[in-house]
């Protein structure tokens, strides 16, 4: 095997071939990967189930960071954006786009983490595509992944679904993620050890829905963080919502950097987080769900949500420690670049 990507691993040719059997099928080949087919057969839904299909792109720098690495960051962030539909994640696609020189070594450890990432959510990685291009035409490898899972009869979950009275939950600590990104590409220095919070949450998700049925929406709240999410609910079902600062788990070290560097914590992004809307009656079953889950025990009960008033529209408040309420605002631009 070469030491670096060549052009040649893009050829379509025996380069080619040799790249996907000793890193790709080597890393995760299963059955339907290494049929070599163009693409994947799989089992259809049935009894009224439907498919839920997600596709994101991963371009983060660095590409290997504490708590993780661009491949395990692709395999989680797919598997959530699927769970967050109140699907089980089934399949996963994965698309790498290579620069000419990148290390095989380093292709290598990437692949081995999507393989422990995509065993620990339970899903398999069935089909792929490589590209290789130009020595200073990218940025060592980006990765495309996409998701497929089954939604159950009848279950329907949605941002438009919120209504007052309900609660607002947060799966543990904010900021995680993006301030680790922050501290390694500027190499920033903390006292506190900070990793990234990168996770696949479906295990997690589907916990909290078998203990509250009443669920109205899971989302992952990445780019924008908290604050993005939060309004883009709010937009979606036309209320308010008011979370309190004193309920919000942050890392001190976290806010320690926000504060330093500032970065409103509510806008920093998250990869390991679920933020969850559902019924005032099922909130403390919810929770206590979410806490049994090695993922969700930071977990917290954090808002809620009320009536927006006509004349002005929907709008997310903070309740600060201080006593005083404040306009949590969507992130606007770039706060933190390329953290996923």
Known sequence: MDSVVLLGHGSGGSMMKRI???????????????????AAI?????????LAFSTDSFVVTPHFFPGGDIGKLAV??????????????????????????????????????????AKEAGVRIVTGDTKVVNR???DGVFI??????????????????CKAGDKVLV?????????????????LAFEADLQSDAA????????????APSVRCFRDPTRGGLASTLNELAAQSQVDITIEEEAVPVKQAVLGACEMLGFDVYQVANEG?????????????????????????????????????????????????????RILDMLVGEQLPRIC
């Open 171 to 187: 799966s543990g600590t904010l900021g995680d993620h993006g301030i680790t990104i922050m501290s390694c590409r500027e190499s």
């Open 200 to 211: 696949p949450l479906n295990h997690l998700i589907a916990d909290v829905l078998k203990a």
């Open 136 to 138: 200073g035409s990218g």
């Open 42 to 50: 799989l089992p259809a839904p049935a009894n009224g189930e439907r």
């Open 76 to 117: 989680c962030g797919t598997v959530n954006d699927v769970a967050t539909s109140g699907a089980k994640p089934l399949y996963l696609s994965c698309g790498f786009i290579l620069e000419e020189g990148f290390p095989i070594e380093s292709l290598q450890r990437i692949c081995a983490s999507m393989a422990l990432a």
């Open 273 to 325: 987080k679920v933020v969850c809307v559902v019924a005032p009656e099922e909130a403390q079953a919810a929770l206590a769900a979410m806490k049994k889950n090695c993922y969700g025990t930071d977990g917290a009960i954090i808002g809620e949500i009320t009536q927006a008033q006509e004349q002005r529209g929907p709008k997310v408040f903070l309740k600060t420690t201080f006593g005083s309420t």
């Open 20 to 38: 996907i059997d000793e890193v790709f099928f080597e890393a995760y080949g299963g059955e339907e990967l290494l049929q070599g087919d163009d």
């Open 144 to 161: 495309n992944t996409s998701g497929i899972g089954i939604l159950e009869q009848g279950k329907s979950l949605s941002g438009a679904h």
